[in-house]
């Protein structure tokens, strides 16, 4: 998990793995590489807030991959593993083009104010506390795709929380936390309420 990339990068590469009219989950993976686990979570959460979030049950297929990607890397994995039904998930290719023409300046932008500060926050204890939060939230993202653009947040707050892993920026991750949290609260409310 000692990713550090830049994201427009790994846009880069994902649009260099399109070919055809449809790409699979596995294509992806072979595009970012099997030790990206970072880099797979933020893609597939980016899809998640960009226009290519109206194919159904994408806010689904996102949980459940950042869910396994997480308890991965809580368990200390070296490779990523996802099961051939996600695997073999196909995507618009036409539609993963559009959101990643969306996400392309936002991240550029993004990208210029991230660095690498308060790096502790990446290793364990630390980083536990983080993981954990991030599975709380993808076990209530599939019930949030009733709940219209409720899906679109908590997938932002996994792109965040991916690019605070990507970049090293502690203050990120922070902020993300914070999100997470509202998000978790927003979402306990709601479901008590």
């Keep these: 998990m000692n990713e550090n ?13 399109i070919d055809g009219d449809s790409i699979t989950v596995q294509d992806v993976i072979e ?13 597939f959460s980016l899809i998640s807030t960009s226009p290519a979030s109206a194919i ?4 689904a297929l ?20 996802l099961p051939g039904i996600l ?3 196909q995507l618009s290719t036409a539609k993963l083009c559009t959101g990643i023409d969306w996400l392309r300046k936002p991240l550029a932008v993004i990208e210029r104010v991230l660095k690498a500060r308060l790096t502790f926050l990446f290793h364990r204890p630390w980083l536990y506390v983080s993981l954990t939060l991030i599975i709380c939230l993808t076990l209530f993202m599939p019930f949030m795709e009733l709940v219209p653009t409720s899906g679109s947040f908590a997938s932002a707050v996994l792109a965040l929380f991916a690019a605070s892993l990507l970049t090293r920026d502690g203050i990120l991750h922070l902020a993300t936390l914070v999100f997470l949290l509202g998000v978790l609260v927003a979402v306990w409310q709601v479901g008590i309420g």
């Design 56 to 59: 159904p049950g994408l806010t």
């Design 87 to 89: 695997t073999r998930r």
């Design 31 to 43: 595009a970012l590489g099997d030790r990206a686990f970072a880099s797979v979570m933020l893609i």
């Design 5 to 17: 990339h830049s994201l427009t990068g790994i846009l880069d590469r994902l649009e260099t793995a």
């Design 62 to 81: 996102v949980a459940i991959i950042a869910f396994l990607l997480a308890a991965q890397m809580a368990l200390g994995r070296d490779h990523l593993w």
